[in-house]
């Protein structure tokens, strides 16, 4: 039985992994990657590495999670050295905290390499601070699969909301909002933020690749 080291990839960029995520991908013996996780980054593995995708797209999962958890747990039990490589970070709406579950419950040794969330790079790397001395004091990461899971209408208060506070409570919040994967939710989640009180003049950005 190895050890399995769940690895955040960073947002994208290839050179934005971390030194010591790079340190174990150069090392595995088998990498589960995901879709959003650079495959320029496979090029660092070695030549006898076995290379597994478990990418997710919108509506069209190449595997469920729970199949995903069973195969790094077999693979956990027959390599010594086994790298799940998420994108952004694996604790930041990445399921990595699920992984990490099913590798204890199977009492696979795991370790946690942290990786550069979206959340915070991407609006840097265009230039927009997430908190600015003055203007935003903290900022919020949401889950932008909010307005989808709901399935409302946009209505206030016609809607009960499935996920705890919901955009009425975000809206009173005076830091940044950062909703990742929100695009096609993008229309609902603006409407509801100023139906329940954020300034329609608020500044705003989208980022999308």
Do not use: N
């Amino acid at each position: 039985m190895g050890i399995v080291a769940l690895v955040g990839a960073g947002p994208g960029d290839p050179e934005l992994i971390t030194v010591k995520g790079m340190k174990k991908l150069k090392e595995c013996d088998v990498v589960l990657y995901d879709r959003l996780a650079s495959e320029e980054l496979l090029s660092f593995t070695r030549d006898d590495c076995i290379r597994i995708c478990v990418g997710k797209r919108p509506g069209a999962h190449t595997m469920k999670q729970e199949e995903i958890c069973r195969i790094l747990v077999e693979y956990g039990r027959a390599y010594p050295k086994v790298v799940r490589l998420k994108g952004g970070d694996p604790f930041v709406f990445g399921r990595g905290g699920e992984e990490a579950e099913a590798l204890r419950r199977a009492g696979i040794s795991f370790e946690l390499v942290p990786g550069v969330t979206s959340a915070v790079a991407v609006p840097e790397l265009a230039g927009i601070p997430v908190t600015h001395r003055g203007l935003a004091r903290s900022f919020h990461v949401i889950t932008g699969h909010t307005a989808q899971i709901r399935g409302d209408d946009g209505v206030c208060g016609e809607e009960t909301d499935t996920l705890t506070g919901g955009e009425e409570t975000f809206a009173r919040l005076d830091g940044t909002l950062v909703f990742l994967m929100g695009l096609s939710s993008l229309a609902q989640i603006a409407e509801r933020l100023m139906c329940y009180g954020k300034p329609a003049d608020t500044p705003a950005a989208v980022i999308s690749e």
